[in-house]
């Protein structure tokens, strides 16, 4: 838990994203996000849930109010959107695990792993 989260439990906040879910605002790289009263809802569920798998049907009856018998794609359809929305950062926050939900991960700086040959001229 990082010290913003304990200052501030109405707020996530990491190095590109910070969602204030007292005020119903997301800001990405310190601009305000322009999204939809579902997208909110349905970015806000998954952050305040992160790391955590949160099912297909959960979502769709937390948002929509539909049941699990239901069949639709506007879970789907509002993912993609969000995701655009998020730009570079989107694949990356909001993971699809396939056949049963979706997960917010928390940003994280990529790893820079050597090439082939330096870990070759490194192990000769």
């Known amino acids: 838990m990082s010290y913003q989260e304990i200052e ?35 970015l806000a569920l998954l952050v305040d849930n992160t790391g955590e798998i949160v099912p297909r049907d959960v979502l769709l009856m937390q948002i929509w109010g539909y049941s699990r018998e239901i069949r639709t794609r506007t879970l789907d359809v509002h993912i993609r959107r969000l995701r655009k929305k998020l730009g570079d950062h989107g694949d990356h926050y909001i993971e699809t695990i396939f056949g049963v939900g979706y997960r917010f991960q928390r940003y994280r700086e990529p790893r820079a792993f050597p090439d082939f040959a330096t870990v070759l001229a490194l192990t000769a």
Do not use: A, I
């Not at 990491?14 to 579902?38: A, C, I, N, P, W």
């Open 8 to 42: 501030n439990p109405k707020t996530y906040r990491d190095e590109h994203l910070q969602v204030d879910f007292e005020r119903g605002r997301v800001y990405l790289d310190s601009l305000e996000m322009v999204l939809t009263r579902k997208e909110y809802e349905l």
